[in-house]
Structures are given as C-alpha cells and as structure tokens.
C-alpha cells in the first residue's frame, strides 16, 4: 500500500487541476450583449467591447493571461433571420462601405449559422478593453432602439445618409439587440502544470509494472 500513495497524492492533484483551478476553470465562456428592443431599423453593424457585458450578458466577462479573448459567435436580433447576410466582419476601426462589403482590412469574419448567430471557428483573438466594429456587409432589418444603451458601443449606419462613404458609429443612444460569447484563454501554467502532473502518473505507471 505504501507504494500506492504517491499516486494517489499525484492522481488528487491531477483532479484538483481538472476541476478546480485547471481546464474545466481555465477555459470559462461568458456573454455580452444588448437585449432586445421594442423597434427596429435598417442598420448594418454594432461596435462592443469585450469587457462590457451589457444587460444581456453572461457570466463574468474576465481576460487571459495575455489580456485576450477568443470571439466564438456573435448574433444579431434580426428581423427576419432568413434573410441576414451570410458573413459578418470583425473591425479594429469603422470601415469604408467597401470594406464593410468585402471584409477587406477585417480581423476576421464570422459565418452565419442561423438564427442571427456567425460562427468564428476556434475564435477570433481580441483585446479585452478594445473597442471593435461587427459590421454586415450591407443594411439589415434589425430590432435597434433607444432607452436601454450598451456602454461598450453603439448601431452602425452608413454615412453619411446623403451619400454614405463609410460604416459609422450611430448617435449613442441608439443599440442594437445583440449577443456575443466569449472563450478565456487558459494561463500558460496552468496547461505546464497539468502536463506535466500528467507525464508523471503515466512515469509511474510504468516503473510500477
């Protein structure tokens, strides 16, 4: 029996790291986002910024190691879902029309999945207190309004109205109904430690036969 309790004292540090402090926690998904208002309006894009969980947020919006997080999937509250534009693009700034059109200059794009939800695959990195664009390739009847503003952005237009040369931030009141979800990126250590507490339980595995 005595040979046996170093690996129950590895094989409880193990779990300890799987369930406590290590994958299952180092990996938490949370949500921000806009609820859905009373009004809708052609618009094609709203800004956010990952640490502003907004009224219709999830879980606690937290960074990684390295002050990222990973974009999983960000939804609009269209009108008609079957009719949204099939990719959305991710901006570090307001495009042109062009731009917004093509994703030129784009972080990334996410693919429509349905139901108002693009999908960004593994997850777009983005910067924790950075404010970005999620604009549409083109207007899209969306539930927008007033009276319940999301602090980390607003809707996007076309503008100038006359003649629109740009996607631009709308007049701050004004958000769109909208939800994005988050991946934290696990610490560094903590993956060396699971590691490495794993290589060592299969080490003894092997010597004990």
Known sequence: MRNCRPVMVLLSLFASLMV????????????????????QFFIQGQ????????NDGSGV??????????????SFDFVNPVTAPSALHIFAFEPTLAAAGTGAGSLGTGT???GGVYGFGAGLALDFVTKYFAVLPF???????????Y????????????????????????????NAT???????STLVLVTVGAGMLIGIARRRR
Not at 161 to 176: I, K, M, Q, R, S
């Open 61 to 74: 919006p937290m960074a990684g190691a390295d002050g990222t997080v990973r974009l999983l999937t960000f």
């Open 112 to 114: 429509y999945l349905g």
């Open 182 to 188: 988050f991946e934290v990126v696990p610490e560094p």
């Open 139 to 149: 207007s899209a009847g969306i539930f927008d309004g007033s009276g319940n503003p």
């Open 20 to 39: 406590g402090g290590g994958v299952a926690s180092g990996s938490p998904i949370y949500s921000i986002g806009n609820s859905t208002p009373g009004t």
């Open 151 to 178: 602090a980390g952005g607003v809707d996007m237009f076309p503008m100038p109205l006359a003649a629109p040369t740009n996607v631009t931030e709308g007049f701050g009141d004004f958000d769109a109904g909208f």
């Open 47 to 54: 800004s956010f910024t990952p640490s502003v969980a907004g």
